[in-house]
């Protein structure tokens, strides 16, 4: 039903009215606003040129502006930033950088498309930007943004220039923040450039707490004197009240969105001010393990908060009203699970320090003075973790304990190994090697990370309580069938196979590891070996056969890969060449012809996994066959002649990588292959067959490295060959094990251009290698331990 003429003219007056206010009513009201605001105060701000001394007093910041010393402090700044411009004409500024019209966002109105931006007349000085009403003389001034060492200021953005025809330029402020457009990139450009070097030239801005943490640090020997600035400061003792501003002084601005991580952040400020109102909870959470690991993910993904929270834990154990209570241990149970996980910066370190000392003397024998005890070990051992601390960590932390990790070993029980939140994969690695009597092996060994999906060596220099939350997190995501994340030990370079004993641990982990590589297909041999495999397997495990004997599922015998190979290929359909044909296509999917269809792929499903069945049974009888053949063969002698099926095979030894290799000619795909790394040469094979295509000694070898994330670069002899992997890193490490193992020198690396992007591994030696002249005068690689 259309509207009467006479509410389209009422709907279209208001909207007109609306217009006008906003275009020529609002930017007055808004500078009226801003210079009331300017007068109020987010924290105490100064300059470095400011001497603090003993006799000022620095209540809590509070809101209230009127009659506290903080507005006296930030109306003192504004009077020695601003100068009081007279009604001369704006133009003759002398003292004005840049000068121009622009736009100015009015309330985000650049995301209303019938509302226009509003232009003005800005000026850059040294000390603020301006914007007048126009650039005559003696035009009012609407409003000014004072630039300190805090202001940041954005580059222009292309996607909004795509949006709305402008190039943005944002300048941050204390109170406010200033959005420019202009149609034109180089003047934004201009802008931009000359706002930032405004900025870089203001001194640092330092709140209170830092220069009473730099007087505490100059009186530290005068308990007088301490004791002055304790009493006159209360900004550096507890507080029951909320704390409306940072300790430290932050950027002004929004953080990058875009940065990874599941959480969404605002400004620093505002996130410290939340976390001081999180760590107040602690004193009344009855299970604050959550919420302490919240504060620490916190931290993780906002670096520049750790200092901030340190400062923040100090202050609220420093008097409080019952020390020693739930809530005062609390602070310190957090400030342990701190000092694990990051480093402050040396002045907080310092500021720590003294705490820790004045609790333990103040407070001797008591819990806080163990914790204190335990923080101050803690922080001479944490050099930063790539996760937080797993609620179990967090646990054992808030008791001063070690966790104990449990470490899985093919063929030989699970060994329970305490560790702390710095004890590396290498040293546990060690560990194992002394405890399983290894020591004389010439083998390389490896902790390794388990999943459903991959398995991959834990570096040697990687945190295992890292590794632990990393599980933590992985099963809250997996299904219930899956099994666990877990930490095992294997061998992770064979320098020596031939001569391991047969009745050592090592030849059981030599046989669990060589079972692991015909499951996944890294055994290229016919079927009948395959299932004589299988067969030796059933005797090494249940010994002669028997109708009672249990019997694992076949994919824990026989490869399924194989089993999978017999089954027909699925009918192909050739893509539809035209538009119309997709859409026919697509209309009949949905209809009575799309429920025929799905009730098509359903039944030659069910076909596929019958006939699946079939030949899992018909293999599983075939297997049998030959396990009554053993009969009277020991555990030991299935045992090795496994093994010994296995080294027929020339690439036994070697550690198989699937990669992409990229051929020369033009237009040619990649052509998957086998990256086989061994102790003496570098093979390459086709999968599935057992010679390979081509080896190369490590003579033959001039370099090698990564020249992405995920290519792989072999240079042999005058050729180059490169690899496409998403285990370039584990190549290279590995390369450099048996290098370094066999007592070699460091291959030699190319030049690289100035232009080229740096490679992790041709340039430096992976994580816990050292140049050496033999194969005992270097730390094992990649958590592994050279025995």
């Not at 009215?17 to 609002?26: K, P, V, W």
């Not at 079972?515 to 041999?525: A, D, S, W």
């Not at 010679?691 to 090698?704: A, K, Q, T, V």
């Amino acid at each position: 039903m259309p509207f009467p003429g006479g509410l389209w003219w009422l709907l279209c007056c208001r909207r007109g009215f609306t217009l006008l206010r906003r275009d020529y009513g609002e930017a007055e009201r808004e500078a009226d606003g801003e210079a009331e605001e300017e007068e109020e105060a987010s924290f105490e701000l100064r300059t470095q040129g400011d001497q603090g001394s003993l006799e000022v007093s620095l209540s809590q910041p509070t809101r209230s502006s009127s009659g506290s010393e903080r507005s006296l402090l930030v109306a003192e700044e504004m009077r020695s930033l601003i100068m009081e411009k007279g009604p001369g004409p704006v133009e003759d500024d002398p003292d004005a950088l840049v000068k121009g019209w622009l736009q100015r966002e009015m309330r985000g109105c650049m995301k209303t498309p019938w509302i226009r931006p509003r232009k003005y007349w800005f000026v850059l000085t040294p000390d603020s930007l301006d914007y007048y009403s126009s650039n005559e003389k003696g035009a009012r001034r609407l409003g000014s943004l004072v630039l300190t060492s805090l202001c940041s200021v954005l580059w222009p953005d292309k996607q909004l220039y795509k949006e709305t025809g402008y190039w943005s330029v944002t300048v941050f402020g204390r109170k406010h923040c200033y959005r420019l457009y202009t149609e034109h990139l180089n003047e934004a450009v201009h802008w931009v450039c000359a706002v930032q070097k405004v900025i870089d030239s203001k001194a640092p801005v330092q709140t209170p707490t830092q220069l009473l943490m730099r007087d505490v640090e100059e009186h530290s020997s005068s308990p007088e004197v301490l004791e002055q600035i304790y009493r006159c400061n209360p900004i550096l003792r507890y507080t029951s009240g909320p704390l409306y501003a940072p300790l430290l002084p932050f950027p002004y601005g929004s953080l990058d969105q875009s940065a990874p991580g599941p959480r969404s952040y605002t400004t620093l400020r505002d996130e410290a001010v939340k976390l001081f109102n999180s760590l107040q909870q602690l004193e009344s959470e009855r299970d604050p393990v959550p919420l302490m690991q919240g504060v620490l993910q916190t931290c993780l993904d906002l670096p520049p908060l750790v200092d901030e929270i340190y400062c923040q834990l100090v202050k609220q154990t420093t008097e409080p009203p019952a020390p020693g209570g739930q809530g005062d241990l609390h602070y310190w149970q957090l400030l342990t699970c701190m000092s694990c996980t990051f480093l402050p910066s040396p002045p907080v370190l310092r500021f720590l320090h003294f705490h820790l000392d004045k609790t333990e003397s103040r407070f001797p024998a008591s819990e806080m003075a163990k914790y204190a005890c335990f923080i101050r070990e803690a922080l001479g051992k944490t050099k930063g973790r790539e996760c937080v601390p797993s609620l179990e960590e967090i646990l054992m932390l808030m008791q001063r304990q070690e966790m104990i990790c449990t470490v899985h070993c093919p063929g030989a029980p699970a060994c329970s190994v305490a560790i702390s939140s710095h004890t590396t994969a290498e040293e546990v690695a060690q560990e194992l090697v002394s405890r399983l009597g290894l020591s004389q092996s010439p083998n390389l060994f490896a902790l390794y990370e388990q999943s459903r999906r991959r398995e991959q060596p834990v570096g040697s220099a990687t945190l295992l309580a890292d590794v632990l939350t990393r599980f933590e997190n992985l099963a809250g995501e997996q299904r219930e069938q899956d099994p666990p994340c877990r930490l095992c030990f294997k061998h992770y370079g064979f320098l020596d196979t031939d001569n391991v004993p047969r009745d050592s641990l090592e030849f059981a982990l030599l046989f669990e590891q060589a079972h692991e590589m015909v499951l996944r297909g890294y055994v290229p041999t016919s079927e009948e070996t395959l299932q004589t495999l299988a067969a030796l397997r059933l005797q090494s495990l249940n010994s002669d056969f028997s109708t009672h004997a249990p019997f694992p599922r076949l994919e824990e015998l026989f490869p399924p890969h194989v089993l999978h190979a017999r089954l027909p290929p699925p009918p192909h359909r050739p893509p539809a060449k035209c538009r119309g044909a997709r859409l026919r296509a697509g209309l009949l999917a949905g209809g009575l012809w799309g429920q025929a269809l799905a009730k098509q792929r359903a039944e030659r499903d069910q076909r596929l996994r019958g006939r699946l069945r079939e030949e899992g049974a018909s293999t599983m009888a075939a297997i049998v066959e030959k396990w009554k053949l053993l009969q009277g063969m020991g555990r030991p002698e299935a045992m090795a002649a496994y093994v010994a099926l296995v080294r027929e095979w020339p690439g036994f030894g070697s550690t198989l990588f699937d990669v992409d290799l990229h051929v020369s000619p033009v237009g040619a795909g990649p052509q998957r292959l086998w990256l086989g790394i061994g102790a003496k040469a570098v093979s390459l094979y086709k999968p599935g067959e057992p010679e390979p295509l081509d080896s190369f000694c490590y003579g033959r070898i001039s370099s090698f490295g990564a020249s992405d994330s995920s290519t792989f670069r072999l240079s042999v002899e005058d050729r180059d060959l490169l690899f496409e992997t998403s285990q370039v890193d584990e190549i290279a490490r590995l390369l450099n094990t048996y290098l370094a193992s066999a007592g070699a020198q460091r291959l030699p690396q190319p030049q690289e251009s100035p232009t080229s992007p740096p490679t992790s591994e041709s340039t430096v030696l992976p994580q816990g290698l050292c140049h050496g002249a033999g194969p005992w005068q270097h730390r094992p690689p990649v958590g592994s331990s050279h025995s």
